[in-house]
C-alpha cells in the first residue's frame, strides 16, 4: 500500500482520504482508531481517580461487579460496565471470554493446552483463559 503524508501546520482541519479497491476489517479498525479522540480509561486507585492511557492497559476483568484494569505496574477499578468499556477501546483490545478483554500488544506468549484451549500470558505474567467461542478471534488478530 502506497502512503503519503502531506504536513501543513496552516491547516485549519486535519483530513484523511483513502483510494481502496474494497474496504477491509484492517482498514475499518484503522479509522475507527483515527476518529478515536479519548485515549484514555479513567479509573479509581484508592481515593484517586486518573487516566489510563489504552496502550498500558494489559488485561480488564469482570469480577461480580468489580472491573479490574491492570497495567504493567498496577491494578486500577473501574466504575463502567465491561461492555461500555470494550466499546471505547482502541481495536489492540479482543475479548478473551464474557468477563475478560486483553491488549494483544501485551502478549508475551500463547500456551497451547491438551483440551483444545488456550491460555495467553501476558507480559505482566497475568494468565488469561481465551474461551472456546473467541478463540477464533485471537487467531485471526495474531494472524494465526
Known amino acids: 500500500m502506497l502512503i503519503n503524508f502531506h504536513i501543513n501546520p496552516e491547516l485549519k482541519t486535519e483530513k484523511a482520504e483513502f483510494w481502496l479497491q474494497k474496504m477491509t476489517e484492517h482498514i475499518s479498525d484503522v479509522t475507527s482508531q483515527l476518529n478515536q479522540d479519548n485515549q484514555v480509561l479513567w479509573c479509581y486507585s484508592n481515593n484517586n481517580v486518573v487516566p489510563i492511557n489504552y496502550s498500558d492497559i ?70 488469561v483463559q481465551i474461551s472456546r467461542r473467541k478463540i477464533k478471534n485471537l487467531k485471526e488478530r495474531l494472524g494465526l
Do not use: P, W
Open 58 to 127: 494489559i488485561a480488564i476483568h469482570a469480577d461480580g461487579n468489580a472491573i479490574n484494569v491492570a497495567t504493567k505496574n498496577d491494578s486500577y477499578q473501574c466504575k463502567f460496565r465491561l461492555v461500555q468499556i470494550y466499546n471505547q477501546l482502541s481495536s489492540d483490545f479482543i475479548e478473551a471470554s464474557r468477563d475478560t478483554i486483553i491488549n494483544y500488544k501485551m502478549i508475551d506468549h500463547l500456551e497451547l493446552l491438551d483440551n483444545g484451549k488456550i491460555d495467553v500470558l501476558m507480559i505482566n505474567k497475568q494468565r
